[in-house]
């Protein structure tokens, strides 16, 4: 009869965690990613393309950043397409998880010394916005 209990414990103890982990795993699929834009004037697409952009990449993946788009100046070649007024020289979009995701990544020591390299070739606009949840 005691095995019985004890085992009837463990079990609803396991279904109880089983049960939180699925309800946690749910609300994770529902938050909507934060979405980082940055419009930037490239002032040297030589020295933003070799010098800051390999390792601000690095740097923005380490901290769940994922490139959805970039055109214009010092990048891929793809084009910023005017639809209304002026297009930005170069314009940058990244997916990330959620807000603290950006301010992580933007606070990071190791990136604000690559931003220092990248401001010698290029000013930056930059914001996020979140997305809308599904």
Same mark, same amino acid.
């Given at each position: 009869?005691?095995? *019985?209990?004890?085992?009837?414990?463990?079990?609803?103890?396991?279904?109880?965690?089983?049960?939180?982990?699925?309800?946690?795993?749910?609300?994770?699929?529902?938050?909507? #990613?934060?979405?980082?834009?940055?419009?930037? $004037?490239?002032?040297? #697409? $030589?020295?933003?393309?070799?010098?800051?952009?390999?390792?601000?990449? $690095?740097?923005?993946?380490?901290?769940?950043?994922?490139?959805?788009?970039?055109?214009?100046?010092?990048? *891929?070649?793809?084009?910023?397409?005017?639809?209304?007024?002026?297009?930005?020289?170069?314009?940058?979009?990244?997916?990330? #998880?959620?807000?603290?995701?950006?301010?992580?990544?933007?606070?990071?020591?190791?990136?604000?010394?690559?931003?220092?390299?990248?401001?010698?070739?290029?000013?930056?606009?930059?914001?996020?916005? $979140?997305?809308?949840?599904?």
């Amino acid at each position: 009869m005691m095995r *019985s209990r004890t085992g009837m414990a463990a079990a609803m103890l396991a279904g109880g965690i089983v049960g939180a982990l699925a309800v946690q795993a749910l609300h994770a699929q529902n938050k909507p #990613p934060v979405y980082f834009v940055g419009e930037i $004037e490239v002032t040297n #697409p $030589e020295g933003y393309a070799k010098e800051y952009l390999p390792k601000a990449r $690095e740097i923005i993946k380490a901290h769940g950043g994922e490139l959805i788009a970039a055109g214009g100046a010092g990048g *891929s070649g793809s084009q910023v397409i005017a639809v209304d007024g002026e297009p930005p020289k170069r314009v940058v979009i990244y997916r990330y #998880p959620d807000a603290a995701a950006v301010q992580a990544w933007r606070h990071d020591p190791a990136y604000e010394a690559v931003r220092k390299i990248g401001e010698q070739f290029a000013k930056y606009h930059t914001f996020a916005v $979140e997305g809308v949840a599904k």
